[in-house]
C-alpha cells in the first residue's frame, strides 16, 4: 500500500517530520512518500498547500496524510479543507490547557517554532565555537567546559560535542586518550582537577574496527588487535576513576546527548 | 501562576519537550518549571516514573502537566495514574491512521524514536567529518559537496554546515570570501564549476560588527566600515552571478537549514 504524507508548518517543519516519521514506522507494510511544505505563515500560503494536497489527491486517486504544526486554527481550517487527514499535532494539547490553566492560549504565528533570539544565537554558536576549538585536545584548557568527554580516537567524541552545543547551548570539550595515558593508566592531572564534569566514551572494538577502517583503510590504527587493546584499557581507566561511561556502540547521538545531561544534571540552555 | 512540566519519553524526550515548548510558549504568564524523564522504556520506569510526578503533585499541591510521548499504551496508563493533565503526542494519531490505512499499528518501544541504525549514524559522522574538513575554505575541493555556503566571515555559514550533517546527513562545505574575491567582484571558477549546489549568506552590517566585535575586539575586522564594505560587496556579487541568498540576521539555524534544502530541492538523508 502506498500513501501519500505532507508536513506542513509555519516553522521549519521538523517537528512535524520528527513526529510524523515516529507515528508512520509503528504501520509496517505501507510505503509512505513524503513532502515537507515548511514556512506556511500566512492564508495565501495555507491556500497554497491546501492546493498542493489536493492535486496530489486527484493524481494518485487516495486521500494523503497530513501532519500538521501550523498554530493558527483558520489557516489549519484552510488546510483541512483540502480533504486529507489531518493530523494535528498542536490542536488536541490546547482545549485541555485552556481548561486546566483557566485562561486562553494567545495565538502567535511562527513564535511556537522559535522566532530567532540573539541571546540564543549566541549561546549555540559560542558553544560550537568553543566545541570547534576545543575539540580532540586542540586546546587543553577546559575551565570553561560544562562537559567534557574522555575516550579513545573515534568513539563518537566529536559529534556529541556539536550535537551538545548546536541543541543545547552546551560548552563541550573532548579529550582523546593518548598511548601514554593508556600505558601509564591514569588520566592528565588537568582533567582530573575537573573530575565531576567528565563524562567517558566506549564502544565496541569490532565496531570501532570498522569506523577506523573506513576512516584510515590498512592501518594499524584499524586493526582488531590495537582496537581491543585501547577499549580494554581505557576502559580499565574509567572504572578505576569511577567515571560515568556509556557505549556509543549502539547509541544514537540524540541519546548519548540526552543521556550525559541526564547523568551530569546539566539542563538544557536553549530550545 | 506557576506550574510544573514533566516531558516523558521512552526515547530521548526531545520531542516531547519542543513540542512541549511550542504549546507552552502559547500562554503567556504561566511560569512552568519543566522536568525530562527520559527512556522509560519498562514497566518498572513508567512506574517510577509517575511516582515522581505524584510527589510533585503532593509537594506543590497543584497538577502536574505530562507530556509523553511513551509510545506504549501500558506505560502510558501507569504513567496517567497519576493524576497529572496528560497530553498524549501519538495517541491522538493512533486511532485515525488504524482507520484510514485499515491496519492496527505495530507496538514497539524505542523503535519510534529510532534505536541506532548503523547506516544512518555513518551517514552522519561522514558529513560531520566532510562540514569539519570543508569549513573555512579548508579544503577547496567541494566535488562531493551536496550544498556549498558562501558568505563573508561570521555570516553563519559553520553552524549551518554543521546542523546540516548532524540532523540531515547531508555534505555541506563552505567558503569564506576573500579580500580578492571581493575586490574583483567574482567567484573562483571551482566554485563556479558547483554553481547549482551553491547558496549564500547575508548579514546586516551592525549584527556583523556585533559577532565580530565579541570574537576579535577592537580589530580593524571588527569595524562597522569593514562589515559595511563586505557584506556591500558580496550581496553585488550574489546577484551578479543570481545566487539564493538568504540574510541570517533574524533566522534560526533550524530555518537556515530548512530554507536551503527547499531552495535546493534537496530532501533530508535522515531522521
Redesign the interface.
Known sequence: ?K?TVFYISD?????A???G??????????EFTTT?L??VDSMDKAREAADRVRHESEACGC?P?VVN?V?DPEMSRLIAESGA?M?D??A???A??EQ??G?K????VG??????NFQE??S??NA?NYA?SHDDGIDPNFNEAEVILVGVSRSGK??TC??LA??FGIRAGNYPLTPDDLEKGVLPPKLLAQRQRLFALTIDPMRLRQ?RE?RKPGSRYATLDQCRYEVTEAEKLFKRERLPVLSTT??????I???IL?TLGIQ?HL?
Chains 1, 2 share one sequence.
Open positions: 500500500m500513501r516553522g521549519t517543519g521538523i517537528t517530520e520528527t513526529i516519521h515516529s507515528v508512520l514506522t509503528q504501520f509496517e507494510g505501507v515537507r515548511p514556512f486521500r496524510i504544526t498554530v487527514l493530523l499535532v498542536f488536541p494539547f490546547i485541555p490547557l486546566e490553566l485562561m492560549r494567545q495565538n502567535r513564535k511556537a517554532h522559535g522566532l530567532v544565537y549566541e549555540r554558536i560550537t570547534l566529536t559529534p556539536l550535537y548546536l541543541h569506523v573506513s549502539h547509541t544514537s547521538i540524540e541519546e546527548a540526552s543521556k541526564q538544557r530550545f
